[in-house]
């Protein structure tokens, strides 16, 4: 059998949290090796953040390799165990980091992941909370994100009741709040909170009528690439 390539400093990799029971990806965030040392591991922070909330979360890592020239994706489970706030990255950098811990021997991973879009204005798809619109920065059939008055918090692991508006058409909807965030202080708009959901209860018919919205977004951008 011929041997797995295993994860070493410098990789790229995709870092997945909150799987649901059909294993259909809710959020994958991006990440940089920095260290591997036995079966600790050190990734750089991820956007959006890891917080100490994290720590004990399950995750899987994956990350793409070549073989014969043909890209295969290979990955392991971990544990989230730390966050490091002071790493050395060099003598005179320090930064924020996630220390994971592998728990699986490697294995060929079908990493099913949902195509993110970032919706325009105009294009037919609202999503409220609360029955207010709120400003929604990408969706996919697994899930969104979106930001809103951060005077109308949600708690992060709350079930949430939502209108999803696909081209007039009105589509109620319950989704999980997977992570809560804030912008720094510093910035223009530290007025907003921002959540990151996870759909659940979604009717074939919306999902049918999502994923040719999702579609039709993408095969515009790609003619304008």
């Not at 930064?95 to 325009?120: C, F, G, T, W």
Request: contains cysteine; proline residues 4%.
């Amino acid at each position: 059998m011929e041997k797995l390539v295993d994860i070493r400093p410098g990789m790229s990799v995709n870092v997945v949290i909150n799987v649901d029971i059909d294993k259909e990806i809710a959020d994958v965030r991006n990440a940089i090796v920095y260290d591997v040392d036995g079966v600790v591991i050190v990734l750089s922070q991820t956007n959006p953040p890891f917080t100490k909330y994290h720590i004990g979360t399950e995750i899987t890592v994956t990350y793409l390799v070549k073989k014969k020239e043909i890209p295969s994706r290979i990955g392991f489970s971990g544990k989230v165990i730390g966050i490091l706030n002071d790493y050395n990255l060099y003598s005179s950098n320090t930064v924020q980091a996630i220390n994971i811990v592998r728990e699986s021997e490697l294995k060929i991973y079908d990493l099913r992941m949902h195509y993110r879009v970032n919706p325009k204005s105009d294009s037919g798809i609202y999503l409220y909370v609360g029955g207010e619109k709120v400003n929604l920065l990408d969706i996919s059939i697994g899930g969104a994100r979106f930001c809103h008055p951060r005077d109308n918090p949600i708690e992060r692991g709350v079930m949430i009741k939502m209108i999803l508006i696909l081209d007039l058409e009105r589509f109620d909807i319950e989704a999980k709040a997977v992570n809560v965030w804030y912008p720094s202080e510093s910035e223009r708009r530290a007025d907003l909170e921002y959540v990151s959901v996870q759909f659940f209860k979604m009717d074939k018919k919306c999902s049918h009528s999502l994923s040719g919205k999702i579609l039709t977004i993408q095969r515009e951008f790609l003619s304008k690439t």
